[in-house]
């Protein structure tokens, strides 16, 4: 059985959106040059992708019964100058303070939230499909 998520996005002005939840939760979209209000859509799709597997992540240290007293990943996306500009290569450095945690088990546990249960990172993989639908009356006017 498949799941659905859905998002409506708001156009507000320029290149300045805002996305909400079914559940009323915004969230500011902007790629304004000068008094921006929101991340950008590349800077949301990494801060999108660093908060999977985070949250994977997490999960995993509670089963293990291990207290998170700090918890950060910085993520650096490469992209191309060019148009589109995919990113070509992602890199997430992830900073723990979990005490009892050792390299080992935080090494596998990262490698396990980001390639095998972080679905964000997955989706960049989806296939993309879109419809068009035109609000607007969009047959001719007859003139006499």
């Known amino acids: 059985m498949s799941k659905s998520l859905t998002t409506t996005l708001h156009h507000l002005t ?7 939840s079914p559940e009323g939760q915004r969230t500011m979209i902007d790629n304004e040059k000068h008094a ?13 992708t660093a908060a999977c597997s ?6 995993m240290l ?32 992830h900073i723990l303070n979990v005490p009892g945690l050792d390299e080992d088990t935080a090494n596998r546990f990262v490698e396990m939230a980001t390639h095998k249960y972080c679905s964000v990172g ?5 296939e993309l499909d879109y419809e068009v639908v035109l609000e607007h ?8």
């Open 14 to 20: 320029d290149l300045r959106f805002v996305a909400e």
């Open 54 to 59: 985070a949250m994977d992540l997490v999960v």
């Open 137 to 144: 009356d969009t047959t001719p006017e007859l003139t006499a």
């Open 62 to 93: 509670r089963k293990r019964r291990l207290t998170v007293k700090g918890y950060r990943v910085e993520m650096v996306g490469e992209r191309p100058d060019a148009v589109p500009s995919p990113f070509t290569r992602v890199t997430a450095r």
């Open 36 to 48: 921006r209000t929101g991340m950008s859509p590349m800077q949301l799709l990494l801060s999108a």
């Open 122 to 126: 997955a989706s960049l993989k989806a």
